[in-house]
């Protein structure tokens, strides 16, 4: 057996199957131990994906960018993430199609191997650190991606996004070459249609005799309940340490399968596992309150924002996607530390703004506002941030997420007609209003003066 240069746990003894109802066995795969999930298992052709220069990267790109500095074991990255969302996809794949019946064995696994690279790959082009960064990235047109020449409202001025640079490596990189040797039976296009809904390809490739499956392989892999939230709420939580991320992963899967629409079929759950939905929805929306938007992680993201947005910052993310590749966590740190600009050297140094002042709300209040005013104007210098989050912006998203709804089905009566997952729960309208997070952040040097103005201007 090769050992890629990269690769992790290799055994050689290995013979087993990662589509055990079609016997599509593989020798000398890869199994990866991982904490959250256990046994993840690979095969060869999954291995050379790893082995790339652009999917190694991610190895160099935190999960959770500056969340360490609040939570010390949130050092995981997204490569181990994304090995996660591969498994969950599988395992997705598996419960929505147990009762389906493809035409062919070979279509099964056409269909499923797919959905696993889709869910492997979806991050592939995340910028570093945080999103943050995708401040400084070029205009898209210069990325030059040609899958995006079909779409009629393609904006080519608009600025690139994370998203774009992970359509550019899967279509025309160094990795593309790679998927094409090792994956003949699709194109890397078919791959990157299930990442990005909108983009435009022959429709008849998803289709297994009359049904049309892109909608529902798509959702497996981005939708309300998709295979990346599921693993990055369990791994957030194990690595961060707390309980708000755990969710009902196994029931989930156990009660997922799919709901006709004319000829496409849709994401569907059975209505057993509603309460199950529910404890995932606020499991999410708990961690971006508690954890994604703490108060050190945002202070941090604001003084790299500073610093993106001064006039003295050199530090850009290149177009050219091999040159991207070089784009990681460890890079940016090195630019920010050989940097003289305040921003910069105060989060190389560990040396952030303290917080003062913190409102929890669901509706826009002027008080920090008037205090921020209030402390500049005795000399002291201010950073307001707003972190906002909402419980799901498929609910009251675009209009190609709401033509992609996800079904409840009810097996054990056999009178109730599937309808829509938001019209399913009270959860979506309890939750309907935007929380937010407002704070004010001052120089640790004189937290005591803001205090005392604040105090005797009795704001």
Same mark, same amino acid.
């Given at each position: ?33 991982? /904490?959250?999930?256990? #046994?993840? $298992?690979?095969?060869?052709?999954? *291995? %050379?994906? &790893?082995?790339?220069? +652009? @999917?190694? =990267? ?69 910028? /570093?650190?945080?999103? #943050?960064? $995708?401040?400084?990235?070029?205009? *898209? %047109?210069? &990325?030059?991606?040609? +899958? @995006?020449? =079909? ?309």
């Amino acid at each position: 057996m090769r050992e890629g240069l990269f690769s992790d746990s290799f055994q050689p003894g290995l013979q087993t199957s990662l589509d055990p109802q079609f016997g599509a066995e593989y020798q000398d795969g890869m199994e990866v131990r991982d /904490p959250v999930h256990g #046994t993840i $298992e690979l095969n060869n052709a999954e *291995v %050379a994906v &790893l082995d790339s220069a +652009a @999917y190694q =990267r991610l190895r160099a790109i935190k999960q959770l960018g500056f969340s360490e500095f609040s939570f010390p074991g949130a050092t995981h990255n997204r490569y181990i993430h994304s090995l996660g969302v591969a498994h969950v996809a599988t395992r997705f794949f598996d419960g929505v199609f147990k009762d389906f019946n493809f035409s062919t064995g070979a279509a099964r696994n056409r269909f499923r191997q797919m959905t696993r690279l889709a869910a492997l790959l979806h991050d592939i082009g995340h910028g /570093p650190l945080s999103h #943050t960064t $995708e401040q400084v990235m070029p205009p *898209v %047109a210069q &990325l030059n991606i040609k +899958a @995006y020449d =079909r779409n009629p409202n393609f904006d080519s001025q608009r600025q690139a996004n994370h998203e774009d640079y992970t359509i550019k490596f899967l279509t025309d990189s160094s990795l593309t070459k790679i998927l094409e040797d090792n994956f003949p039976d699709f194109t890397p296009l078919h791959v990157a249609a299930l990442i990005d809904k909108s983009l435009q390809v022959p429709e008849d490739f998803y289709r297994d005799g009359e049904w049309d499956l892109r909608v529902v392989l798509s959702q497996i892999v981005s939708s309300e309940l998709d295979a990346d939230r599921l693993d990055y709420l369990e791994r957030d939580a194990y690595y961060c340490g707390t309980n708000y991320g755990r969710v009902e992963l196994s029931w989930l899967v156990a009660n997922l399968t799919f709901h006709r629409v004319n000829n496409q079929l849709h994401l569907a759950l059975d209505r057993r596992a509603l309460y199950a939905f529910d404890d995932f929805l606020l499991s999410r929306h708990h961690m971006h309150l508690m954890v994604y938007f703490h108060h050190k992680s945002i202070i941090f993201e604001e003084l790299l924002h500073r610093y993106l947005s001064s006039p003295e910052c050199d530090y850009h993310v290149p177009a050219p996607i091999e040159e991207y590749i070089k784009c990681t966590d460890y890079s940016l740190y090195e630019h920010l530390a050989s940097s003289n600009n305040e921003w910069a050297r105060r989060i190389s140094e560990r040396r952030p703004y303290k917080m003062l002042f913190e409102i929890h709300s669901n509706h826009e209040s002027e008080r920090p506002l008037r205090m921020k005013a209030a402390l500049e104007a005795e000399g002291i210098p201010v950073i307001y941030a707003n972190s906002q989050a909402r419980l799901s912006k498929y609910h009251s998203g675009s209009e190609l997420e709401k033509s992609q709804q996800i079904y409840v089905v009810d097996r054990y009566d056999y009178h109730s007609k599937p309808y829509p997952l938001e019209q399913a729960t009270e959860i979506f309208k309890k939750y309907e209003h935007t929380r937010q997070i407002d704070r004010l952040y001052v120089p640790p040097e004189q937290l005591s003066l803001s205090e005392r103005v604040l105090i005797d201007q009795r704001l």
